[in-house]
């Protein structure tokens, strides 16, 4: 989980630095920003984020509908800080859904193995 936050606190900083070069003067790149969120967002629906990270998922949504506002008060660069932070949030969401899957899926396989394992054991030498 670290090296999600890790990740995150990556692509975050790296927006800043795309916001200070100035790349927002216009509407284009927010609306490009808002449609990746927005296909972030998506993707973390499809991995069940509302479920196993539905907390980092909301946080995702809100911010999106605040870079719409910035988007309908003219406010660009506003608009395409959140939209990255809204992507950026998203994807963590998935990245959690998919490991906790993982997890469960591993923990199940271990309780297969240790089940068959005793099941072995049990058998009568022949």
Do not use: F, H, W
């Not at 992507?87 to 990245?95: E, K």
């Amino acid at each position: 989980m670290n090296v999600l936050r890790k990740k995150a606190g990556c692509l975050t900083a790296m927006t800043l630095g795309c916001l200070l070069a100035g790349c927002a003067g216009d509407g284009t790149l927010l609306s490009e920003k808002i449609k990746a969120g927005e296909n972030a967002i998506a993707s973390a629906r499809e991995s069940s984020a509302s479920v196993s990270a539905a907390v980092e998922l909301k946080s995702a949504e809100e911010k999106l509908a605040a870079a719409r506002a910035a988007e309908v008060e003219k406010e660009y660069d506003k608009g395409v800080r959140l939209a990255e932070e809204a992507q950026v949030t998203a994807d963590y969401a998935r990245a959690r859904a998919d490991a906790i899957k993982a997890q469960k899926a591993a923990e199940e396989m271990r309780a297969k193995v240790k089940a068959l394992k005793k099941e072995v054991e049990s058998m009568p030498l022949r």
